[in-house]
């Protein structure tokens, strides 16, 4: 295992089996390492720019000891800087008591401490007793800028002036996302919670799809959830095989249930809405439960599938919910969800899509901030208002399937400690996206690249 011969360093040797070291679990020098080796090189989705809809609108994102201060400056921009007063440091905006974040509107910032004030562009407008310095000050007086910038609806951050610019980091994800057009979509609901594991094991809960039979038991009457996942440079993505006679919707979120589609699907889109309270919406739900009077017995799976988004489709239509048209092919290159680097996951679909994020929590590696947010398309001047509702792990919190993905969460922490476990082995097909995550981070950490099981 020590042999450097052994180690994984490119996409195309992650076809083969691989062992992670634990270490990029547990261990609290690691976790201290992320800070300056990654949380303050990568780019972070930091908030919705719809959370910034006037001038002086502002957010806040925290990770590990840095805060960001994200300010709607004027109609077209975005700024961030660094949530500190230049004079001692105090941050310039706190989080209340409870919540994920800090947000409101101001016309510019005033440090409790000592009543320095700063203006939307960061630029300092007083200093009580400035003469006191003598000129001393000059040009190191306002708030640090944080590169900035949007894609997908999101606010990106990046704390490295010298780093890539969003689109090349980001590559290929633009152009396999865009075509869905995720920045009309809305917040439906947005949860977060601090989860009693390592942030990587929060995420890899949800990047592959070989845990389904298992922790979903439910699903398995609805048909065989086999999935694949594919690296794509920093990123990898995941999604379904399709089954034979239907197009390549079905590598896509939008699945078929086996047997008779008219009914099976319509129990399955019942089961989602109702036990995960996401993965579908009202309209979807509605229009499969109308198939069994709309189709006749013995339908093919793939005229039901059609039948069944048509349907749905022009339902949303007359409410003025208008889904992007995306080609079936390009729903099935781009699956069911993309992962990425390093802790946040789009899946995506072409009216609904469910998000997670995870990062560390004070820099305990065995503790997780962990976020859930459900997007959808809602008619203009429909969309809801929702704020971060804090939620413990629990069903009655985040519903029964999620539920079921937390079960494993902490249960895993603590066996990664195990003197019996030598690290995770993943499975090189359909768990490629957790192995590919090491792999990029060992890129930034110097450590903890895949290695080869011989």
């Known amino acids: ?23 990029a679990y547990i261990s609290p020098e690691y976790a201290r390492a992320e800070q300056d080796l990654l949380w303050r090189k990568v780019w972070l989705q930091a908030g919705r720019v719809e959370d910034l809809p006037e001038v002086g609108s502002f957010i806040t994102f925290d990770v590990m000891d840095d805060s960001i201060l994200v300010v709607r400056t004027d109609a077209n921009t975005l700024q961030a800087y660094h949530n500190v007063c230049p004079h001692r440091g105090r941050k310039l905006v706190d989080t209340p008591a409870g919540k994920r974040n800090a947000a409101g509107r101001k016309p510019g910032f005033v440090c409790a401490y000592h ?20 000129g001393a000050l000059s040009g190191c007086d306002g708030l640090v800028k944080v590169k900035t910038d949007t894609w997908g609806g999101w606010v990106w951050i990046n704390m490295d002036p010298d780093s890539e610019s969003l689109q090349e980091f980001l590559a290929p994800i633009p152009e396999m996302l865009d075509p869905f057009e995720l920045q009309n979509m809305r917040v439906r609901w947005r949860k977060w919670g601090i989860f009693d594991c390592n942030w990587k094991v929060a995420l890899e809960a949800f990047n592959e799809t070989y845990h389904v039979a ?5 699903f398995n009457k609805f048909g065989e959830f086999r999935g694949w996942a594919k690296a794509q440079g920093k990123h990898s993505h995941i999604g379904y095989e399709a089954p034979k006679d239907v197009d390549e919707n079905q590598k896509g979120k939008l699945r078929l249930g086996t047997g008779d589609a008219r009914i099976s699907t319509a129990e399955m889109q019942e089961f989602t809405w109702e036990k995960a ?6 309209t979807l739900v509605d229009a499969a439960r109308r198939l069994k009077d709309e189709l006749p017995e013995g339908t093919p799976p793939g005229e039901v599938l059609q039948h069944w988004l048509k349907s749905a489709r022009e339902t949303d239509e007359a409410r003025g919910v208008v889904w992007p048209t995306v080609d079936p092919s390009h729903v099935g290159k781009t699956g069911t969800a993309w992962q990425v680097f390093p802790n ?51 069903e009655e919190a985040w519903c029964y399937v999620l539920s079921q993905d937390f079960s494993n969460m902490a249960a895993v922490q603590q066996g990664m400690k195990s003197l019996g476990f030598m690290g995770p082995r993943p499975n090189p097909y359909m768990e490629r996206s957790t192995a590919n995550l090491h792999r990029n981070l060992a890129k930034y950490m110097g450590e903890g690249a895949p290695r080869k099981i011989q």
């Not at 929590?361 to 997780?368: E, I, L, V």
């Open 1 to 23: 295992m020590n042999d450097r011969g052994n180690i994984i360093e490119s996409v195309e040797e992650l076809t083969e089996a691989v062992c992670i070291p634990v270490e």
């Open 115 to 134: 009543g320095w004030r700063f203006d939307l562009d960061g630029e300092n407008t007083h200093i009580p007793h400035q003469e006191d310095w003598q």
């Open 214 to 218: 298992t922790t979903h038991p439910e």
């Open 277 to 282: 309270n996401t993965n579908t919406t009202q």
């Open 344 to 394: 946040f996951q789009i899946g995506h679909a072409v009216n609904n899509m469910l998000c997670y994020s995870a990062r560390p929590y004070k820099g305990d590696p065995d503790k997780c901030i962990f976020e859930g947010a459900v997007y959808e398309l809602f008619p203009a001047g429909e969309e809801p208002q929702t704020e971060w509702e804090y939620s413990e792990a629990t």
